[in-house]
């Protein structure tokens, strides 16, 4: 059964031999700022031997970023990579990674010359094979520490400028917890204690939606590499006009907890998860960085949040008003920008105006907080897998935007975004990087499709898929079920015409018949051992 194959390949990569760029975290890598590993397939830097790719001096882009942050030289993150490596991979071709060791995204096979594209569907037409698939997925990732990438958990100034490295393992899921976090963590500032809370590198600004595109992608190919599912893709929650959390069920993200509605259910896998990374306010007043350590369970309660601020959830009118806007950003670029499709849907904007630093929040900021929990906090709210439902939905109207007006990518602004959002400033903390701009470009030269842009009868299709694989299943019941009726018309028949004390016999059979149906009424239309996967208890 696949669900055993994950099991064992779970234990391989938990005994393997951890790399790179784990050895990017060592201090000699921090002290050399050379952050070029060995490709596997030839031993040599970035694969240079086999032509993949070759170890480089990074130049970043000398363009002005905006007035929104005042500072220089105390943030990590500013001019990334720069404060941790100056020379890393750049690969050629079709190859990406750290180590060039990847394909580009959209490109598969030995030598990445083969175009694949992937279908990401509305999570309400997955199989019933498909979702135990998403959760078995989601909850290895959890449990799986990540063998090629460690976290910090300190900063330059307190890793002694790279003498003292401070990092920790965690595991793949954790991985792109701490990346949201980091990407939108306060900048620390001299003394200890204090903070610079108006500073976002994935929000706020132009690069939000660039970023969290890239942010998915890069996420779907670890699951991928973990699972051996070359073909699993990311599905969106279509949250339109809905009048509840769609999703919060145990089939699906997990219902609430009879005990404690803010609580997820016993009956959802991901009731047992840990959070981290989700305390802002105790790393500001340590002046520290998250050290990746569980801090309690998921929390979530939808609908319960402040109604001043959030009244309901996105309508439809609403979404088609900001897909109308034609203008990316505009103004200042940041949570003031008026009639600005990205401040709009990012949830600044009104939805019905345009005009930005709305007292209500809208669009995806509103789905943030109607869930009341984990998901408000922008810093740990990549801990809900909810999350990533969520910005599939976000990155499918930005798709739709770019379809719609097809803008020159000189309408991504080239200089005075906010820190971080500047069209050629590469995006913190990937390594591999990867520049804004580069992800301003339709999903299918990314190499994925969404199944709401397909043509109507596509969307018919997909929309009917799951109902013909539950029929495929069950058929056999049916033809069953259908048979034993005839029969008991035959028996019937038969009685009628006889009478007498032999009618008993045929009452027999009728009953027998009666319980075997009933049965297949009554027990899942599947073999025990396929049904199983369906509700995890147990860590994968």
Known sequence: MWWLRLVSLCLCLSLSQQQVPRACSSREALLSKRCCPAWEGDGSACGASSGRGFCREVRVTAQPDGPQYPYSGLDDREKWPLVFFNMTCQCSGNFMGFSCADCKFGYSGADCSQRRESLRRNVFHLSRSERSRLLSYLNLAKQTTSRDFVVMTGTYQQMQ?????????????????????????????????????????????????????????????????????????????????????????????????????????????????????????????????????????????????????????????????????ADYDTGAMDRSANRSFRNTLEGFGDPRTGLGNSSRMGMHAALHVFMNGTMSSVQGSANDPIFLLHHAFVDSLFEQWLRRHRPSQSQYPAAMAPIGHNRDYFMVPFLPLH??????????????????????????????????EELREVWPWLLLSALGGGLLVMTAALAAVRGGGWLQRPLESVRRWKDLITLGEREPLISSEEARPLHYQTTI
């Open 161 to 325: 400028n790279g003498s003292s490295p401070m990092f920790a393992d965690v595991s793949v899921y954790d991985l792109f917890v701490w990346m949201h976090y980091y990407v939108s963590r306060d900048a620390l500032l001299p003394p200890a204690g204090n903070v610079f809370t108006d500073v976002d590198f994935a929000h706020w600004a132009p690069a939000f939606l660039p970023w969290h595109r890239l942010f998915l992608l890069h996420w779907e190919q670890e699951i991928r590499k973990l699972s051996g599912d070359s073909g699993f893709t990311l599905p969106y929650w279509d949250w339109r006009d809905a009048e509840g959390c769609q999703v919060c069920s145990d089939q699906l993200m997990g219902g609430p907890s009879p005990q404690d509605p803010g609580l997820l259910s016993p009956g959802s896998v991901f009731s047992s998860w840990r959070v981290l990374c989700s305390q802002a306010a105790d790393y500001n007043r340590r002046g520290a960085l998250c050290d990746a350590r569980p801090e309690g369970p998921l929390r979530r309660s939808p609908g319960n949040h402040n109604r001043d601020v959030v009244a309901r959830l996105p309508t439809s009118a609403e979404t088609e008003f900001t897909l109308s806007l």
């Open 435 to 468: 520049r804004n701009i580069d992800f301003f470009i339709s999903s299918k030269e990314l190499g994925y499709e969404y199944s709401s842009l397909l043509r109507a009868d596509q969307r018919l299709a997909e929309s009917m898929r799951p109902l013909l």
